[in-house]
């Protein structure tokens, strides 16, 4: 079946210790999107790519690095220097066209330990 | 700052009766909407898109849209035990971009 894949679904982080997010996605999608979600908030944009070797801030990009080296895979690394890193990840992808919507994977839940 | 707006409820209505989700947007150069449903615990869905002005429907679910009012609606019919959850609306506030702006969220219940 075709969709987005995001492990693991929970993680733990120890103080000064940077963690990746996986986010695979079989949809032949051009755009992926990376989002924090903290409880009883909306989904705050991290970063985002529209095509293969190209990505673009979000609105809260501190404390966060990605990559898109692959067309299906967009991984997000929390830095030590976001200090407040307990959320909930959801990554995200759309087909091309303004009118398509992004689908979201699972999410991943991370926390401080 | 484009933002989305929402009452975050809780909005609670009877098993079978209609509820109504708001949504108003700041960006007037907004071209796409969308309507997403979050259970507790899980990533959103996506339930209903809306291009342009006036209603669309789908099943139980209705859409409304009007730009000049900057104002996006979601209508529910017959609501079951199971539309309880978060509801966020999200705009296409990105241009060209296309950057969805979320909504925080109206968490809906419906009592049986």
């Known amino acids: 079946d075709g969709g987005i894949t995001q492990s693991p679904k929970y993680l733990f982080r120890k103080e000064g210790q940077n963690v990746t997010l996986s986010c695979e996605q079989n949809?032949?999608?051009?755009?992926m999107y990376w989002y924090r979600q903290d409880p009883g908030q909306g989904l705050r944009l991290i970063y985002y790519?529209?095509?293969?070797?190209?990505?673009q801030k979000g609105d809260i990009a501190e404390g966060y690095s990605v990559s898109r080296e692959k067309k299906e895979s967009f991984p997000l690394t929390v830095t030590s220097a976001q200090k407040n890193p307990t959320a909930f990840y959801l990554c995200?992808?759309?087909?091309?066209?303004?009118?398509?919507?992004?689908?979201f994977g699972d999410g991943t839940r991370l926390s401080i330990l | 700052q484009k933002e989305v707006e929402q009452n975050s409820g809780p909005l609670s209505v009877p098993e079978g009766a209609i509820a109504s989700l708001n949504c108003t947007y700041s960006d007037r150069g907004s071209q796409s909407f969308f309507w997403y449903r979050q259970y507790s615990g899980k990533s959103p869905e996506l339930i209903m898109s809306i291009y342009s002005n006036g209603d669309k429907e789908d099943g139980r679910f209705t859409a409304q849209l009007n730009k000049a009012s900057q104002y996006v609606s979601l209508l529910i019919r017959d609501s079951q035990p199971s539309d309880s959850a978060t509801y966020l609306c999200a705009v296409n506030s990105g241009g060209s971009n296309y950057k969805l702006t979320f909504g925080k969220g109206t968490l809906l219940t419906v009592n049986p």
């Open positions: 949809l032949n999608h051009d755009a």
């Open positions: 995200a992808s759309r087909g091309t066209g303004f009118s398509q919507p992004q689908h």
């Open positions: 790519s529209q095509i293969v070797n190209d990505f």
